[in-house]
């Protein structure tokens, strides 16, 4: 049953994010900035349009996220009243507990991802490790499962470029996904992830290990400056492969980008690949291209500055690409996070996208210096 402490702390907390979050001031500049959004010639300049009506956005969101969570302390506290006049259940008191208690964790959460990438889309690239026909329907699952849990938040997908496996599976894919914070929540997923498993691919049914790496950057939008030197950049053009469609393997819809990139600070040049078969419009993969280049210098940028900075200090864990962070054991029913020690015997749920508790535990522990 729920107590008077827990329902306290519940209110307490309420209290402090009305504070914290500064909705008093958000309530002010989201009705002044609509006001100005509905004057007949604000959009005239159509960027400084969209660069406005993201902050609208962003206040909207924190300014009825509170809203949520006020309305339903309130729910509690009246069904903690009505429990006491017998006209309310213990078992209503807990579920108005539990309904509250969500809506502070996602806000409290949110409120974790201040950075400015935070706040963008991401580019979630899959590729599938040494091991053949197994590592490739291992990153087939991975797909899968970050597919799933785009689906379960309202986030849009689309598959920007994807190889097939051998025989099964896949060798690579990788997927834009747009939403509020999508990066801020994924980035916990960049490294490698190891699945433990009897293989359905081994005739003597054996136990194997396969391992894929996950990228995850963020993507860029038109408000953030990106410099592209245009003498770096060069074209290729490629007939996309699959399965039906009169211009598959007839027209050279694919595009492959292929830019120099040159570190700024240690001047050694390195070739940036991209390919995109996102659609059978030429330019509209070039313009998508485009976007995943711009995505990848802006991650080089942001990961320079965090160098720069030095927020990771010496002896701390660090989160680096190429390491490993997750291991799923089918048959021993474990996925453990091996960055936060955090596991669950839910295997299934997680590879249908469940994997909200992994990366809550990777930001609070990690928050501050990912």
């Known amino acids: 049953m729920t107590t008077q402490d827990q329902i306290k702390d519940i209110v307490t907390r309420t209290e402090a994010l009305y504070g914290y979050l500064d909705i008093e001031r958000r309530r002010i500049e989201l009705e002044e900035d609509e006001m100005r959004a509905a004057a007949p010639e604000f959009w005239s300049d159509a960027k400084r349009a969209e660069t406005h009506m993201k902050k609208v956005k962003e206040n909207k969101r924190w300014v009825q996220g509170y809203d949520q969570i006020k309305s339903a302390v ?220 711009r995505s990848q210098l802006y991650d080089r940028e942001l990961k320079r500055r965090m160098a720069e900075q030095a927020k990771i200090e010496a002896g701390k864990k660090k989160i680096e690409w190429g390491s490993q962070i997750r291991s799923y054991v089918m048959d021993d029913r474990r996925v453990k996070d091996h960055r936060t020690n955090y596991q669950t015997s839910n295997v299934q749920a997680v590879l249908d996208g469940e994997i909200d508790d992994f990366i809550k535990a990777y930001l609070m522990e990690f928050g501050d210096e990912a």
Not at 183 to 197: A, M, P, Q, T, W
Not at 200 to 218: C, D, I, L
Not at 220 to 243: C, H, K, M
């Open 74 to 293: 309130d729910e509690l506290q009246l069904a903690a009243e009505y429990l006491k006049e017998g006209i309310a259940s213990e078992e209503e008191l807990d579920q108005a507990y539990i309904a509250a208690s969500k809506l502070i964790e996602q806000i409290e959460l949110s409120n974790m991802l201040r950075r400015e990438e935070d706040q963008l889309g991401a580019v979630l690239k899959i590729v599938a490790g040494a091991g053949g026909t197994e590592a490739q329907d291992w990153a087939q699952m991975l797909m899968r499962q970050y597919m799933r849990y785009c689906e379960r938040h309202g986030y849009k997908v689309a598959i920007s470029n994807l190889q097939d496996g051998d025989d099964a599976g896949i060798k690579t894919c990788t997927l834009t996904i747009e939403g509020d914070t999508v990066y801020g929540y994924l980035k916990s997923e960049n490294g490698v992830h190891r699945l433990v498993r009897v293989s359905p691919y081994n005739a003597q049914g054996k136990r194997m290990t396969s391992f894929t790496s996950v990228f995850v950057t963020p993507l860029v939008d038109d408000s953030i400056e990106i410099n592209i030197e245009p003498a770096r950049l060069s074209w290729d053009t490629f007939r996309s492969g699959g399965a039906g469609g009169q211009n598959v393997n007839k027209v050279e819809s694919g595009v492959r980008l292929r830019y120099m990139f040159k570190d700024p600070d240690t001047g050694v040049e390195e070739e940036i690949l991209i390919e995109n078969t996102e659609t059978r419009d030429q330019p509209k993969n070039k313009e998508n291209a485009l976007r995943l280049l």
